[in-house]
């Protein structure tokens, strides 16, 4: 395919990777981030696409800073974030959408633990949109031998999974953090699958999105690497450290954590059972202990596996 001019916002574990990828391919690619020397409205002048890997919580900012600058009516809106915004609830897309109503806007989210990508192991991805040509051009830009990218048309669901499941890579990590041995696990990220659909549902995205790459595909990755920083959370809390000491320390961002907030406040007023997340929340903020969120959790009322 024709170079492609490509600014990629945000320049963390995730965004450099990304930049690799689409520099392997022979693409333009411009990294920008707030620390760095280059102006936002260089970077995205004349891009193409432009792809934000930026934490949460900076996302609705850099959005609206953007919204300001001149930009071509074609450039693609990329969003690989995975979080949810504490103030509006809105998911990453969302924000962009609604700053950039006529613009294509892709989500891009699977199982990719940055650290393999970075070592050019092969992993698989899902562009995810309601403009079809949209994703259909950002899968070709990153598509190589060692990046299989596929694209799905419902961008909630695709984005959802790719949050959600990093709440319960959380309560995983707490999981193999205090040995309760593989039967617990496969429980555990299977109920939590369950609760990410009955989430997904009811938020408008298909259920069969979360049997994919971007569902039970970053879950198996996340919930069973310690290269996932969600999960270090779960497991480094469960050897008895203090989140606050485990976020100190921690290599990068751990979006699980926003996200539990929003979700379990959104839940509660939408009536949505989501018993795994309200564990990992008391812990979060230190009311109950690993080993009493696991009781919680298995002192349940019995119940069909299905409603
Ligand atoms: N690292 C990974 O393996 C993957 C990460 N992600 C997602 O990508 C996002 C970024 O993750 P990482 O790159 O790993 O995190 P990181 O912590 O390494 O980098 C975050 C980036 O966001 C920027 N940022 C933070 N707050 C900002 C603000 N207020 N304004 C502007 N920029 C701001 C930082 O400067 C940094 O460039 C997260 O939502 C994460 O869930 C998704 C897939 C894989
Ligand atoms: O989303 C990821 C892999 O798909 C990265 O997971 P962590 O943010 O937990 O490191």
Not at 3 to 19: D, K, S
Not at 68 to 77: H, M, R
Not at 161 to 177: E, F, R
Not at 269 to 277: E, L, M, T, Y
Request: charged share 15%.
């Amino acid at each position: 395919m024709q170079q492609t001019t490509i600014a990629i916002l945000g320049a963390g574990a995730w965004g450099v990777a990304l930049a690799n990828l689409a520099t392997a391919n022979n693409h333009d690619v411009r990294l920008w981030s707030r620390r760095g020397s280059q102006t936002l409205e260089t970077v995205v002048k004349d891009a193409q696409i432009v792809l934000s890997a930026i934490s949460m919580k900076g996302v609705s900012d850099v959005a609206s800073q953007i919204k300001s600058l001149p930009l071509s009516p074609q450039t693609i809106f990329v969003t690989a974030t995975k979080g949810l915004d504490p103030k509006t609830t809105c998911t990453p897309s969302q924000i962009w959408q609604t700053v950039f109503p006529h613009h294509a806007v892709v989500v891009l989210s699977g199982p990719n633990l940055s650290q393999e990508i970075q070592q050019s192991l092969p992993a698989a991805t899902v562009v995810a949109s309601n403009n079809r040509p949209g994703a259909e051009f950002v899968q070709l830009v990153f598509s190589s031998h060692c990046f299989r990218v596929y694209t799905n048309p419902d961008p909630i669901g695709v984005e959802l999974g790719g949050t959600l499941k990093n709440i319960i890579a959380i309560a995983a990590g707490v999981c193999d953090g205090l040995h309760l041995g593989t039967n617990a696990k496969a429980a555990l990220v299977t109920r939590g699958l369950t609760e990410i659909i009955r989430i997904g549902k009811s938020w408008g995205a298909k259920t069969e999105t979360f049997y994919g790459l971007s569902g039970l595909g970053d879950l198996l990755a996340t919930c069973n690497s310690p290269l996932s920083r969600n999960y270090q959370v779960g497991y480094q809390m469960a050897a008895g450290k203090t989140l606050a000491e485990i976020l100190s320390h921690l290599p990068g961002t751990a979006e699980g954590v926003n996200t539990c907030q929003v979700l379990v406040q959104l839940a509660k007023q939408q009536s949505i059972a989501v018993p795994i997340s309200e564990q990992v929340y008391r812990l979060l903020q230190g009311e109950i202990t690993p080993r009493q969120a696991l009781e919680e959790l298995m002192l349940r009322d019995i119940k069909a596996e299905y409603n």
